[in-house]
């Protein structure tokens, strides 16, 4: 083999990403980091770099291209601040098992140990597996391990549960020289189930009344999606998706009957707790999936239990379930689909009156002046099939989560963005990410006030690196809602850090570039959202909506006199 001539080493990782199909890499630069970012300089056009204004929003968007392209995103930050910015993105990617790599400048070979500036040990920091939020935390020490290091990076991360990795970057490494040789692009091994275990699957099946299936986690394709489809199809299963997953399956599908996450339709929570088999399928069986573990009760359920996963620690976790399946996602539901369904289920009527009671959760009586739920609908109906829809953390995502009909990732790839750690500030830049990787389709940001100024600086993002397709809109109810509503739960009328003074966020929009319009009534939505789609500019819409508008289901009156209630404290 013959090795190329020397070069940076700063330069050779650029042309390993390159190798692995990167085009797109987001970043907060720093001196410690130079060597890469000539590197990034030298092979322009081939592979582009996005500065963003801080490291969280950077390590969003990697997080969001993991989620959008089912390979790594791909972020760079410097050390100490950097790395600390950034660790938001990192345990996002950890929790929502999303393909990523973090590379961290670290201070030179020849400092380490001393604390020298900014210096910290990531591997402490970002912590081994299931301890931190890390799948595996490197540190490249010798130039020609380089390839080495980022095929074990792109390997990790996506396979097995797929995750974020780490690796640090020593300052005097980069800028040495190397003839280390570009490796060709990595693909994740995977896993089949093994054909024993798929027989009890069909067995249990077979066996139950009222089945459920719940679908969830990284690691799916387009492939796969459709095969579980068509598993669900032939089987006539019921289907919920996981919290924040509701984009794999078509939820126009007569199969499709719902969210499993916050705000749950109390009918389908309900349908879980009296299903006797429990299919969970790439979800992982935490709190937001089962309820807080009420639906499925740990540690041994009423219902009996499979579980399929691709990480063989996330197994056995909590439950003693009835039949355990390590497999990738691109296998299990391809395999199951070979499962040879009875004529007729005797569960047909059950799976019917699932999707009818999620049908039926998509009404709900009209709001007075601004109805979330139309403004929803209404989105959903103007903006494109293939747009993708992003959002951070907040009580203002249940009216999404509820009422926006996801198409499947058979159809367009991921279109629902959104951070199952319920991580605030996620949704501008994952929509930023998505209209600069993908800028021929639409994104589509729902924010609240607080969740928006998180990361809003990356408004400058967009606009720096020309993104036109791009809709934020901001739902100011002036409180950190969520939190509010908790505090007339546990300590009504007992308001304490919650107030939110909010600039003008139209004219704050405007300042940074781009379009912006104020919305205070339900029938102003649809001609200003309409405008924003055909403006071919990234677009702010200010909704105002009163705090008493809690919930998709509930007023933040009747909570409160609900606690009064309880406490035996009317008008405390
Ligand atoms: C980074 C981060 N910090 C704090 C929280 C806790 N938290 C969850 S929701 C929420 C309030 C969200 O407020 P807002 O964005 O205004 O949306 P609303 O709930 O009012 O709709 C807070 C503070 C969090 N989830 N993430």
Known sequence: MTLPTPRLAGHALVEALVAQGVDTAFGVPGESFLAVLDGFHEHDGRIRFIACRQEGGAAFMAEAQGKLTGRPGICFVTRGPGATNASIGVHTAFQDSTPMVLFVGQVASDQRDREAFQEVDYRQMFGPGTLGFAKWVGEVHHPDRLPEYVARAFHTAMQGRPGPVVLALPEDMLTSSTSAPVLPRVEPALAWPAPGALREVRTLLLAAQRPFVLVGGGGWDAAACEALQRFAEGWQLPVGCAFRFQDLMDNAHPNYVGDVGIGINPKLAQRIREADLVLAIGARLGEMTTGGYTL????????????????????????????????????????????????????????????????????????????????????????????????????????????????????????????????????????????????????????????????????????????????????DNGTFGTIRMHQEREFPARVSGTDLFNPDFAALARAYGWRADTVTATAQFEPAFREALASGRPTLLHLKLSAEAITSRTSLGAIREAAQRKAGTPGR
Request: aromatic residues 6%.
């Open 296 to 475: 499925l009760e740990p540690p041994r359920p009423a219902q009996k239990l499979v579980h399929v996963h691709a990480g063989a620690e996330e197994l056995g976790r909590v439950y003693a379930a009835d039949l355990l399946l390590q497999a990738s996602m691109a296998c299990a539901a391809k395999a199951l689909e070979t499962l040879d369904p009875p004529a007729e289920p005797p569960w047909s009527e059950w799976t019917r009156a699932a999707r009818a009671d999620d049908e039926a959760n998509q009404s709900a009586p009209a709001v007075e002046p601004l109805d979330m739920a139309q403004v929803v609908k209404t989105m959903q109906r103007l903006a494109p099939a293939d747009a993708v829809y992003t959002n951070g953390a907040g009580n203002f995502s249940g009216w999404l989560h509820r009422y926006c009909r996801y198409p499947g990732l058979q159809h367009h790839g991921r279109t629902q963005l959104a951070p199952t750690s319920g991580a605030m500030g996620y949704g501008v830049p994952a929509a930023v990410a998505a209209a600069l990787l993908y800028p021929q389709r639409t994104a589509i940001n729902v924010a609240g006030d607080g969740d928006f100024l998180m990361t809003g600086q990356e408004l400058a993002t967009a606009t720096q690196y020309g993104a036109t397709r791009l809709v934020s809109i901001v739902v």
